[in-house]
Each structure stands twice: as C-alpha cells, then as structure tokens.
C-alpha cells in the first residue's frame, strides 16, 4: 500500500519561499516518476512539476524558473522548492505517484499579498 505524506506549507508572503517534502512508502520509489499537483479553490488540479527515477525533470510553464524539483531516492524523498512566490501560487499541494493514481493528503501553500 502506498503513501505518500508532505509537510511544509505555510502561509508566506509574495517573493517568499517555501519548501514541501514528501515521505514514501510501501512503493519501490527508485523506479517511479513522482510528481507534484496543486489545487487551487474553484479550479482543477494541475501539474506542477514531475522528476524521473534518474532526475529528469519537468515543470509547468507557470513555476518556470521559480520552483525546482528534487529526490533521494535512498530516503525514499521527493521535495518542492518554492522561491518568488506569488499569491497565483497559494494552493493545496499534492505530492503524487502519476502512474500509480496514488496521492498524499495535501499540504496548504498561502501566499498573501
């Protein structure tokens, strides 16, 4: 059985930063693609950013540039790094396995004004 538990967020003024890590387990984590989702009040939930088992990574055009991707395949990680954050951003972020359809419970990400 896979889970996948994140931590991090927090409410952050805009131009802050935030980072989100995401524990697995149950889940042979060194061969999956993970990924991170958010879900933002009223609207979809939307890709953010994915990373390979060997650390090829790919982001939404919107986080360009500002959030970056990462894992430790030993610890069975995967993290968010969040700078220049705007309030575009605040969300629930949702660590995931794509390919597993598994998700984490979320984290809130706030970003005031």
């Known amino acids: 059985q896979v889970q996948l538990v994140e931590s991090g967020g927090g409410l952050v003024q805009a131009g802050g930063s935030l980072r989100l890590s995401c524990a697995a387990s149950?889940?042979?984590?060194?061969?999956?693609?993970m990924g991170w989702y958010r879900q933002a009040p009223g609207k979809e939930r939307e890709l953010v950013a994915t990373i390979t088992s060997g650390g090829s990574t790919k982001y939404a055009d919107s986080v360009k540039g500002r959030f970056t991707i990462s894992r430790d395949n030993g610890k069975k990680t995967v993290a968010l790094q969040m700078n220049s954050l705007k309030p575009e951003d605040t969300a629930v972020y949702y660590c995931a396995v794509p390919t597993l359809q598994s998700w984490g419970q979320g984290a809130q990400v706030t970003v005031s004004s």
């Open positions: 149950g889940i042979s984590f060194s061969i999956y693609i």
